[in-house]
């Protein structure tokens, strides 16, 4: 490093101490909540003691047992080749490779010279090969890397690809990181400051005139730029300076070249180095560099960053976990683990199932990767607006349960479970969710043993209740002939026209009623149904909007389309029905977001 | 013949041996299938809910398969009932047309649909043929009573599926009896099989189910036989539920028309995940 005086040296010690403790006391705070955090009713029970202490005997008895070479096999594949990532896209698999591996051993290589490198490798010296060229290889490694996230991110525009402003940090404090550092060594290259230094302690010039070559050949082949207008460039003299720097420089100083990046920048910035060298810049871009890695450091445990501890245990511990078999306390601190190993890289997202509905339904919440990050603002305390939590719940439901988000995760996150629990979780707020009545809850119905009697259908019981409370209190009322408003645009508002004009058709036959294995299936059926399917379609035709999207039957269709197909008159009775849900649930999705309004 | 297989939500995760045994039986029928990892769901959950949603679902797979000018198989009933109807929705000037439009361009596709989509069983049917399949039985069925499933969404509505005459069909009859077994008659073999309302509606769900059941038999039938993964789903893992909690008389297993077939053709079992199904239909191997 370049010679500092006693002061700021000292400051940049205090710093660095500062930086280091306040890692050490976020990676504490981070880790712990590992143990502490609870995610789901199961969790609530264990302990963070009996969590800790689970985790331990966890982590021995894998080292003592045959999982260590799922483990081993993990540490591999997983964690150093990503094979995840590689098996999802290719290009992002070479821009991670590229920023974690060169910024890795950058860290090990420089960054850590003193306490790694000079250790392992006692002829170190920065400035002698391949240390010299190594630091830059994986200098442009990193940049490389951030350039193809850059194309990525921006350019590209990879759909469903979201950036948010912990990705932009990252992105930003590694490319200042790494640029400072190649800027620092350019105009190193080209400071005459640096290059008088050198000479003084390392030059074996015997007089003035072999002091003039050597800076000579300096200027001529390594950049240096000298004020000194008296240099002789010719041959004899270049030769004298060639021989000087091999006596003196050459084997301690591999030739400057091949610090490639440092030596591009150094020949661009040339025109201006000596009065950027004058002027003190390369002990400011010293400091930025050394500035910019202790804040990446000290917020390390707090931003993005933590993914490079959190994600690797993540993937190490799903590789040894087994859900269905292994201890609970485990299995909970496992899915505190995952919320930190999530990085937004939108796998999840690009592959999800339901992606179309995040547009139909203009709710980014419906994307895994979105939802995500709600939901960890969400368990770790933060309160979420109304709106906010509207949309997360909406977004929590509306999943196929595909498992493919599960499958493709490359932090190896078992989404599967954290929606489950998230899931059950959010929809026990007493808010109807009308999304619950559809074939989305199927997997929700296989999965009821999980689930007490009550928790299972109390979501149902509030969503039905609000979709029919129209028609309960049309039926309800003592008065007769107290018929609602009629709306004349409603049969053309309940769908598409073309389906919808088929209504005008129907000349109240009944076939429908009377092909429909619903109603066969009821004592009493208009009872349970409130309308029967016919009395819909014709309330629909006479603008009796209460009557027809209040009615239990369209809650009880199965769609297996027998009315439709039986139909006489060929009326899209089918078709109507799907169109009197949306526009039934859209009623109660409204009526909450009135209520979310006008609470806040 | 050359497809891309659109394998929807539900087989992937929860009816893993429906894609294993139709890749083996199409392996052998010579049905080149295609995959397209970047397929989603078709958009039926979505239905009840949200008809833009759906539509945008449908949309989608339709352009990627459009894309790569090829014709959709799918395994699933409610995929294929929702891939043509959107089919048909997107081809005309709705109100959804510009919505669709602006969608499909965001995710970098054609707004192309000039495909066909074909249910497995109808390929089986008209593109290989009975006669073809008949030739590739080598372990014909004995005495095995089948009451063939026919499932609601592949059937009906008959003028947008296109899939077999909707009051009186035959195909899947006619594939269960080219494997040897006999395909009962049974009065409500086009009924609803329930699996719809499950999750939201369990009672009903269940009760549809059951009269299902007891009809089939009634009818005398060893085994039930379908092609949609939530019917499977319907007779497989509720009717369990239901019977471990001793709410079911009776049962009666279905096996997946895959499964049926790639026995007869003299498959491995294990290669058609015969175990993967949770009621035990090994069975079916003594009628050989």
Redesign the interface.
């Known amino acids: 490093m370049s010679r500092i005086g006693q002061g700021p040296d000292m400051i940049l010690k205090i710093g660095l101490y500062i930086a280091l403790s306040l890692f050490g006391i976020g990676l504490l705070y981070r880790i712990s909540s590992w143990f502490r955090c609870k995610i789901g009713p199961g969790a609530r029970k264990i302990s963070t003691l009996h969590r800790v202490a689970s985790a331990i005997k966890g982590i021995l008895a894998t080292f003592f047992s045959l999982r260590f070479f799922n483990l081993i096999t993990s540490l591999i594949l997983d964690v150093i080749l990503q094979r995840k990532i590689m098996r999802e896209d290719f290009l992002r698999w070479i821009m991670h490779l590229l920023i974690y591996l060169g910024f890795m051993l950058l860290i090990v290589l420089h960054a850590l010279h003193g306490i790694i490198t000079s250790k392992l490798f006692p002829d170190y010296y920065s400035t002698v090969n391949p240390f010299m060229f190594l630091r830059d290889l994986f200098g442009i490694m990193v940049i490389a890397g951030l350039c193809i996230a850059v194309y990525r991110r921006f350019i590209l525009k990879v ?1 469903r690809l979201a950036t948010n402003a912990m990705d932009v940090y990252l992105i930003a404090i590694a490319g200042i990181i790494i640029l400072t550092g190649i800027f620092l060594e350019g105009i190193k290259i080209t400071s005459y400051t640096r290059y008088r230094e050198m000479a003084t302690d390392y030059s074996a010039a015997e007089n003035a005139g072999e002091s003039k070559a050597l800076e000579s050949y300096w200027v001529k082949n390594f950049y240096v730029v000298s004020p000194n207008r008296e240099l002789i460039f010719d041959a004899a003299a270049l030769k004298l300076g060639k021989s000087v720097h091999e006596r003196s420089c050459s084997s301690c100083h591999s030739d400057p070249r091949w610090a490639f990046s440092g030596f591009i920048i150094a020949g661009m910035i040339k025109p201006a180095a000596g009065g950027m060298d004058t002027a003190g810049m390369p002990i400011f871009l010293y400091y930025i560099h050394y500035i910019a890695c202790l804040l990446a450091l000290a917020y390390l445990p707090f931003s993005k960053s933590f993914h490079i501890i959190a994600t690797p245990v993540c993937l190490l511990a799903h590789a040894v976990i087994d859900e269905k078999k292994s201890n609970p306390a485990n299995i909970a601190t496992k899915r505190a683990i995952e919320l930190d190993a999530c990085v937004h890289c939108g796998t999840c997202s690009i ?7 995040a ?3 203009k709710n980014s919440d419906i994307l895994p990767s979105e939802k995500m990050q709600h939901l960890k603002s969400m368990i770790r305390g933060k309160k979420l607006d109304k709106h906010k939590l509207d949309a997360l719940m909406e977004g929590v439901y ?1 999943c ?5 988000c599960t499958v493709v995760c490359p932090a190896g996150i078992n989404l599967r479970e954290l929606w489950f629990q998230a899931r059950e979780g959010l929809i026990q707020n007493g808010k109807p969710m ?13 999965m ?2 999980r689930l007490s009697e009550e928790y299972y259908a109390r979501p ?1 019981d509030t969503a039905i209740n609000a979709l029919t409370s129209t028609l309960h209190d049309i039926k309800g009322r003592t008065v007769t002939l107290s018929v609602p408003d009629r709306d004349f645009n409603f049969a053309d508002e309940a ?2 026209s ?1 389906d919808a004009s088929t209504c005008s058709s129907c000349f109240t036959c009944s076939t429908c009623t009377a092909s429909c ?2 109603v066969q ?1 009821y004592d009493n059926p208009v009872e349970k149904l409130g309308l029967l399917p016919h009395q819909i379609i014709h309330a629909t035709l006479l603008g009796l909007k209460e009557l027809a999207l209040g009615s239990n039957m369209l ?2 269709c ?5 009315c ?2 039986n139909c006489p008159q ?1 009326v ?1 009775i ?1 078709e109507v029905f ?2 009197l ?2 526009m039934a ?1 859209a009623r109660v999705v409204e009526a909450e977001k009135e209520n979310a309004g006008s609470a806040v | 013949m050359k497809y891309a297989l659109f394998l ?3 087989i ?3 009816l893993k041996q429906y894609e294993v045994s139709a890749r083996a039986v199409c392996a052998k029928l010579d049905i080149d299938l295609v995959e397209i ?2 397929f ?2 078709c ?15 449908s ?2 797979n339709i352009s990627l398969a459009a894309d790569r000018g090829l014709d959709i198989i799918t395994l699933c009933m ?1 995929c294929y009932g929702s891939l043509k109807k959107a089919l048909q ?1 997107i081809k ?1 000037d ?3 047309k510009k ?1 669709i439009d602006a ?1 499909l361009k ?3 596709l054609m707004i192309e649909s000039d495909i066909k989509i074909k249910h497995i069983l109808s390929v089986l049917h008209h593109e290989v043929g009975i006669d073809k399949i008949r030739e590739k039985v080598t372990r014909s069925y004995k005495g095995l009573k089948i009451a063939a499933h026919y499932g ?2 592949a ?5 947008v599926v296109e899939f077999d005459t ?2 009186n069909p035959g195909i899947f009859d006619n594939l269960v009896e080219a494997t040897g077994a006999q395909s009962v008659s049974w009065q409500m073999r086009l ?2 099989c ?9 009672e ?2 269940v ?2 189910m059951s ?1 299902k059941l007891e009809n089939g038999i009634q009818a005398g039938a060893h085994y039930l036989c379908s092609a949609c993964p ?1 019917c499977q ?1 319907q007779f497989d ?2 009717q369990n ?1 239901l019977l471990s909690k001793k709410q079911l008389g009776r049962s009666l297993a279905s096996i997946l028309f895959t499964q049926l077939l790639g026995l007869s053709m003299g498959i491995d079992a294990a290669k058609l995940q015969i175990d993967a199904n949770e009621l035990d239909i090994s069975g079916v191997e003594k009628y050989i």
């Open positions: 759909p592959r999800c199932s339901a992606l179309a509905a547009s139909g339904r509306l196929t349960n595909c498992d493919r009308p999304v619950i009545l559809s074939p989305l809850s199927h997997y929700r119905g296989l009821k043993d149902l769908g598409l073309i294995p619903v299936s809650w009880n199965l769609t297996c389309y027998q439709q197909e060929k899209r089918m799907y169109r849900k949306n649930a | 929807g939500c539900a992937p995760a929860r990892r970047d989603n769901c958009g039926y959950p979505m239905r009840n809910y949200d008809y833009l949603s759906f539509l945008l679902s949309a989608r409610c929705v005309k709705t109100p959804y919505e969608f965001k995710e970098r609601c969404h059937l009906r509505p008959s003028e909707p009051q009924d609803c329930g699996a719809p309302l499950f999750g939201y509606n369990d009903l769900s009760k549809i009269t939530y789903l893992r509720v539920m």
